[in-house]
Nanobody, 122 residues
Framework: VQLQASGGGLVRPGGSLRLSCAAS????????LGWFRQAPEKEREFVAI????????DYADSVKGRFTISNDNAKNTAYLQMNSLKPEDTAVYYC????????????????WGQGTLVTVSS
């Protein structure tokens, strides 16, 4: 299983970015996909999760109402639409899959993308 995350970049506070996570090399319909992030000198934290069916989603409190997770099963691709970005959203964002549980715990995900850097700064 391979995950390819993309879409990061430099954006000003209040701006938007859309991250993509393309999955290949497996069947994902029974798994959840999560987005996580890690800021410098901080632990990796949960951001959002979706079942590949798209029927269930959940978000960290810090991003609720600003971020939206979605997926396109035909393309085996998941997305994270990030609006109203804040400097504290600056981090490397990772997508992960392979968990059969709808969980926010990164340890439950065996497959990870390489990460894409999001920098929110004026």
């Amino acid at each position: 299983v391979q995950l390819q995350a993309s879409g990061g970049g430099l954006v000003r506070p209040g701006g938007s970015l859309r991250l993509s996570c393309a999955a290949s090399g497996g069947t994902f319909s029974n798994y959840a996909l999560g987005w996580f992030r890690q800021a410098p000198e901080k632990e990796r934290e949960f951001v959002a999760i979706i079942t590949w069916s798209g029927l269930s989603t959940d978000y960290a409190d810090s991003v609720k109402g600003r971020f939206t997770i979605s997926n396109d099963n035909a393309k085996n691709t998941a997305y994270l639409q990030m609006n109203s970005l804040k400097p504290e959203d600056t981090a490397v964002y990772y997508c992960a899959t392979g968990s059969r549980y709808f969980t926010k715990e990164p340890e439950q995900y065996p497959y990870w993308g390489q990460g894409t850097l999001v920098t929110v700064s004026s």
